[in-house]
T-cell receptor, first 111, second 114 residues
Framework: NAGVTQTPKFRVLKTGQSMTLLCAQDMNHEYMYWYRQDPGMGLRLIHYSVGEGTTAKGEVPDGYNVSRLKKQNFLLGLESAAPSQTSVYFC??????????FGPGTRLTVL | DQQVKQNSPSLSVQEGRISILNCDYTNSMFDYFLWYKKYPAEGPTFLISISSIKDKNEDGRFTVFLNKSAKHLSLHIVPSQPGDSAVYFCAASYVTGTASKLTFGTGTRLQVTL
């Protein structure tokens, strides 16, 4: 039982490049979330999903897109990376008690 | 607008003593509160939670207290151990539309010294 996994762990992009971050969970959770964490700030919600085929915007959605084609996977895409998107990205899934379980994070640097 | 605030960015406590981490919130709609612990280069891990219908919840060395009238919660760790050294995030949630979403504080770095 791996819980929540994220790939890749690290990535360096040039401004304007695109990439996709993959999140996978094996707990059969309906709800999944993408956050970013920046120095001196708490985790901020980018997008979330309440089930397969659904997505919704969070607090800081601009510059990101998401897809939830399969229940166990939640993808976060950056179409044209900007230095302001340098951050650590965390994926989470939620159980029935409203508790979220987090992946190990992806450290992204945009030059 | 920071709806969940952790006003102490860091805290240092001796091993064996009590650690008290504080959190304040402004949104009276929040009805579920959680504490997460985070080690460097790892994701946050769930520690303990409390529903707004309670004022205390215990789990081993960890106790969370909720004062709804003051919009304040605290996490007590007794006794503190060196392995407790980490960043602690307070989070709060309420159901909006079709999903509940967590709002996080900025974290408190706890260092437990020998």
């Amino acid at each position: 039982n791996a819980g929540v996994t994220q790939t890749p762990k690290f990535r360096v992009l040039k401004t304007g490049q695109s990439m996709t971050l993959l999140c996978a969970q094996d707990m059969n959770h309906e709800y999944m979330y993408w956050y970013r964490q920046d120095p001196g700030m708490g985790l901020r919600l980018i997008h979330y999903s309440v089930g397969e085929g659904t997505t919704a915007k969070g607090e800081v959605p601009d510059g990101y897109n998401v897809s939830r084609l399969k229940k166990q996977n939640f993808l976060l895409g950056l179409e044209s990376a900007a230095p302001s998107q340098t951050s650590v990205y965390f994926c989470a899934s939620r159980d029935n008690t409203d508790t979220q379980y987090f992946g190990p994070g992806t450290r992204l640097t945009v030059l | 607008d920071q709806q969940v605030k952790q006003n102490s960015p860091s805290l240092s406590v001796q091993e064996g003593r009590i650690s008290i981490l504080n959190c304040d919130y402004t949104n009276s709609m929040f009805d579920y509160f959680l504490w997460y612990k985070k080690y460097p280069a790892e994701g946050p891990t769930f520690l303990i939670s409390i529903s707004s219908i309670k004022d205390k919840n215990e789990d081993g060395r960890f106790t969370v207290f909720l004062n709804k009238s003051a919009k304040h919660l605290s996490l007590h760790i007794v006794p503190s151990q060196p392995g407790d050294s980490a960043v602690y995030f307070c989070a709060a949630s309420y159901v909006t539309g079709t999903a509940s979403k967590l709002t996080f504080g900025t974290g408190t770095r706890l260092q437990v010294t020998l």
